[in-house]
């Protein structure tokens, strides 16, 4: 009976392994917990320097003065918990007002700068828009990350898609060969296929989409959900590669 009864155990056990191996390996081709965009930025072989996420997203509908925007300010940073040490940046002018904090996220270790402007329209209506940028570690888990401001912010992932962007340097200066060589190991690495190209000699972009990326928007009618730039900095004698999801602004 004990024996009948281990090998059942060890038989499930089996199962289960096989059915992860296949639904991370066949199916989905990323490993679970890990990031598309990570991925692709691995593959290419350079140095993060940077990863951010950011948007810019529509409150409402109506022109508010400064003293309603503080008090929208204050809202939003008390729920996501952001911790200030300098003022507020703020400022009003006919049909205009906005504020913006710069603070971090304690428990996340992550710099965010949260910004609210707002804008009195001709016909005497308005809207107020809120936008973010949070500085992320490289190595933290990106998913949560999003999720976080997606949840703490009341993102409207349909309507505006949170940008996730990873930037670093080449030294040198890349030619457009080389180039797209470093676009397509990116892309490869997350089954994009290229729908956009605007390789320009010292400066380019590439967009492409992939069916392991949820997020897409428009660029120049074209769906894309992925973008690898690269653009020349003569000054520091370095080319500045970038990467992000669903697009790069």
């Known amino acids: 009976m004990l024996r009948r009864y281990l090998l059942k155990i060890a038989c499930s056990y089996l199962f289960l392994v096989l059915f992860t191996m296949n639904y991370t390996d066949a199916t989905l081709s990323i490993p679970l917990g890990e990031h598309p965009l990570a991925l692709a930025w691995d593959a290419l072989g350079i140095p993060v320097e940077e990863v951010r996420i950011e948007g810019w997203k529509k409150v409402d509908e109506h022109f508010h003065y400064l003293e309603k925007m503080e008090r929208l300010a204050e809202t939003y940073r008390r729920r996501l918990g952001l911790r200030t040490e300098l003022p507020l940046l703020k400022g009003e002018e006919e049909g205009f007002s906005f504020v913006s904090l710069d603070g971090i996220l304690p428990r996340k270790k992550m710099r965010v700068i949260l910004t609210f402007q707002s804008v009195k329209h001709i016909s005497n209506k308005g809207e107020t828009h809120c936008g973010f940028i949070g500085y992320v570690d490289p190595l933290s888990d990106l998913n949560s990350q999003m999720r976080f401001f997606k949840k703490g912010l009341n993102w409207d992932e349909e309507m505006n898609p949170l940008l996730l962007i990873f930037k670093g340097e080449w030294a040198g200066?890349?030619?457009?060969?080389?180039?797209?060589a470093l676009m397509e190991?990116?892309?490869?690495?997350?089954?994009?296929?290229?729908?956009?190209?605007?390789?320009?000699?010292?400066?380019?972009?590439?967009?492409?989409?992939?069916?392991?990326?949820?997020?897409?928007?428009?660029?120049?009618?074209?769906?894309?959900?992925?973008?690898?730039?690269?653009?020349?900095?003569?000054?520091?004698?370095?080319?500045?590669?970038?990467?992000?999801?669903?697009?790069?602004?």
């Open 173 to 180: 200066r890349l030619n457009e060969e080389e180039a797209t």
């Open 185 to 249: 190991q990116a892309f490869a690495r997350v089954k994009a296929v290229c729908v956009s190209a605007e390789p320009a000699g010292a400066s380019g972009r590439w967009g492409g989409r992939s069916k392991y990326i949820r997020e897409k928007t428009l660029r120049n009618g074209t769906a894309v959900n992925l973008e690898f730039i690269y653009k020349y900095d003569e000054l520091n004698e370095v080319t500045n590669i970038t990467l992000g999801l669903p697009a790069v602004q």
